[in-house]
């Protein structure tokens, strides 16, 4: 796999802090402006959510978020016309999170290559399963340069959790709890006994935790045992509070 941005920053010494926020939203041309914010306030990575009508992985928050950047017009390609020359002004790693059925849709292979033609370094689709990747879909991600990232959460088999990090090229995306996304106060005893199983096993690929990190507090405690960590529904809840701006702000409360 080339030297992707992803592959670079996991290689940082640092801690990773990696931001998801829905494309489109609150207002349909905010994704780029939040894009140079975010790199702006030292954000290491950003995850871009493509909407969809069904997202089933998702929380209340999110979902809103979803929603509403449908009604403001967001579609697949909407989103890459958005993205037509963002490298000019970002250069952290971007991600495309979003559900397998748009992509299909819009053609597996024609949308791995406008994530190429626009500079999306890999993709998070959390209804994809790794082995129909594997089988399918692995080498046309590979041909378009793209890292492919899987969820794992506290049910996931270990054998399976092998598997994918066997498959993986980027990060392993560690689900913080079973159930959908949401931001949380503070982790409990089963959270945490669950990074550390996690961490003992000695995976190739570095671990990311996400869902329920919403503070100082729960950042801290989910890189403990990872690389890094991934807030999504507290940065959306600041965004539709405060719309695109104190997007520094919201971050210099995280680390």
Do not use: W
């Not at 879909?137 to 590979?142: E, P, R, S």
């Not at 994918?164 to 090229?169: G, H, T, Y």
């Not at 996690?198 to 990872?226: D, K, P, R």
């Not at 940065?235 to 509070?241: V, W």
């Amino acid at each position: 796999m080339n030297q992707n941005r992803i592959t670079k920053a996991l290689n940082k010494e640092s801690k990773l802090l990696s931001i998801y926020f829905t494309a489109g939203f609150p207002n349909l041309e905010d994704t780029i402006p939040v894009l140079k914010q975010l790199q702006d306030a030292g954000v290491d990575m950003i995850e871009l959510g493509l909407p969809f009508s069904d997202p089933l992985a998702d929380g209340p928050t999110i979902q809103e978020s979803s929603t509403q950047a449908l009604r403001n017009g967001m579609t697949t390609d909407k989103l890459f016309s958005q993205l037509e020359g963002v490298r000019d002004k970002i250069h952290i790693p971007l991600i495309v999170m979003g559900y397998f059925n748009p992509m299909m849709q819009y053609g597996v292979e024609r949308f791995c290559q406008r994530c190429q033609e626009v500079g999306i370094d890999g993709l998070i689709v959390p209804d994809l399963p790794v082995d129909v990747y594997h089988e399918q879909y692995q080498a046309t991600f590979q041909q378009y340069g793209l890292m492919n990232m899987f969820l794992i959460t506290p049910q996931t088999p270990d054998a399976r959790i092998r598997y994918i990090d066997e498959v993986s090229e980027g990060f392993i995306y560690m689900v913080s709890s079973a159930a959908t996304t949401g931001a949380q106060s503070s982790f409990g005893d089963a959270q945490e006994a669950y990074f550390k199983r996690i961490s003992a096993m000695g995976l190739q690929s570095e671990l990311l935790v996400g869902f329920g990190i919403s503070n100082a507090t729960t950042y801290q405690a989910a890189v403990a045992h990872s690389k890094g960590a991934i807030i999504g529904s507290a940065f959306i809840k600041h965004l539709k509070n405060n719309g695109t701006g104190g997007v520094g702000n919201f971050i210099s409360q995280i680390r």
